[in-house]
T-cell receptor, first 114, second 114 residues
């Protein structure tokens, strides 16, 4: 079945450091890919998404590019802030259905220190 | 305006009791979901409803019974609560059809079984 693998955390960075969180996927067909963020005590918020190969999703300084050849969707940010501290989830849905549940990775906790 | 709202936010109860969690969305979406997040933050789909009809039931014990009175509401009733049911339960919704439609999440209900 479909699955998502993301790097183990926790990740601790100093403010203004560069962030990469790796995500790879296994899927039959051609999935849509997402990054969600969960701040402490809150629900999940969509951070960015991409629906086809070479698409780049971006939001709030975060970026991820849909790489079909490496089945990857790594999350990057050039300069993190303390307010970026959260748990980040990579996820996918199969392309051919709009109401299929998300398949999540296990989440990566990011802590940014001043 | 809250898009997906769940009540209660916290639920503490004893083993063997029956409890319900309510979810409402005001986004006009036609698909709603329940996810369970365990203590390690892993998220997994439990149920999916489209236009009040159950479309996915991911081998959840039949002590869990979802009910959708209309497409804006999806409630979750749990009978005979067990220690292993302690988790955070998230409701979500999305619009179909459409490739890459994001899901919108509530803030979660933290269920603790004593």
């Amino acid at each position: 079945g479909d699955s998502v693998t993301q790097m183990e955390g926790p990740v601790t960075l100093s403010e203004e450091a560069f962030l990469t969180i790796n995500c790879t996927y296994t899927a039959t067909g051609y999935p849509s890919l997402f990054w969600y963020v969960q701040y402490p005590g809150e629900g999940l918020q969509l951070l960015l998404k991409a629906t086809k190969a070479d698409d780049k999703g971006s939001n709030k300084g975060f970026e991820a590019t849909y790489r079909k050849e490496t089945t990857s969707f790594h999350l990057e940010k050039g300069s993190v802030q303390v307010s970026d501290s959260a748990v980040y989830f990579c996820a996918l849905t199969p392309r051919n259905s709009g109401n299929t549940p998300l398949v999540f990775g296990k989440g990566t906790r990011l802590s940014v220190i001043a | 305006d809250t898009a997906v709202s769940q009540t209660p936010k916290y639920l503490v109860t004893q083993m063997g009791n029956d409890k319900s969690i309510k979810c409402e969305q005001n986004l006009g979406h036609d698909t709603m979901y329940w996810y369970k997040q365990d203590s390690k933050k892993f998220l997994k789909i439990m149920f999916s409803y489209n236009n009040k009809e159950l479309i996915i039931n991911e081998t959840v014990p039949n002590r869990f019974s979802p009910k959708s009175p209309d497409k804006a509401h999806l409630n979750l009733h749990i009978n005979s609560l067990e220690l292993g049911d302690s988790a955070v339960y998230f409701c979500a919704s999305s619009q179909t059809p459409g490739v890459g439609q994001p899901q919108h999440f509530g803030d979660g209900t933290r269920l603790s079984i004593l």
